[in-house]
């Protein structure tokens, strides 16, 4: 199983970004995959997961209305689309694997990707 995150970088507050989590190992079809982020001396948090079922997504509050998860089964991929970003949003974003086909909890991520950095400031 790999999770392979991208598309990190350093944007304005205000910009967009999108990033990418390409898989292998495992369907889509078969497990809800969601992104985390962790800030420096912060814990790590959820940001949204996406069912594999319905495409159901689940968002955090403080990015509902910002951030959307997508994803497109056909490559494979996991999107995280981010608009209006802010500079508490500074983070590396990780992308996770749920253990089964729905969002079930920060608990049940059992593989994980490397991350990436996103960084926004002036």
């Known amino acids: 199983v790999q999770l392979q995150a991208s598309g990190g970088g350093l944007v304005q507050p205000g910009g967009s970004l999108t990033l990418s989590c390409v898989v292998s190992g495992f369907s889509l079809g078969d497990h809800a995959v969601g992104w985390l982020r962790q800030a420096p001396g912060k814990r790590r948090e959820g940001v949204g997961c996406i069912d594999s079922v319905d495409d159901t997504t689940y968002m955090a509050s403080y990015v509902k209305g910002r951030f959307t998860i997508s994803r497109d089964k056909t490559v494979n991929t996991v999107f995280l689309e981010m608009n209006d970003l802010e500079p508490e949003d500074t983070a590396v974003y990780y992308c996770?694997?749920?253990?089964?086909?729905?969002?079930?909890?920060?608990?049940?991520?059992?593989?994980w990707g490397q991350g990436t950095q996103v960084t926004v400031d002036w």
């Open positions: 996770a694997k749920q253990r089964g086909p729905t969002c079930s909890g920060y608990a049940l991520y059992v593989d």
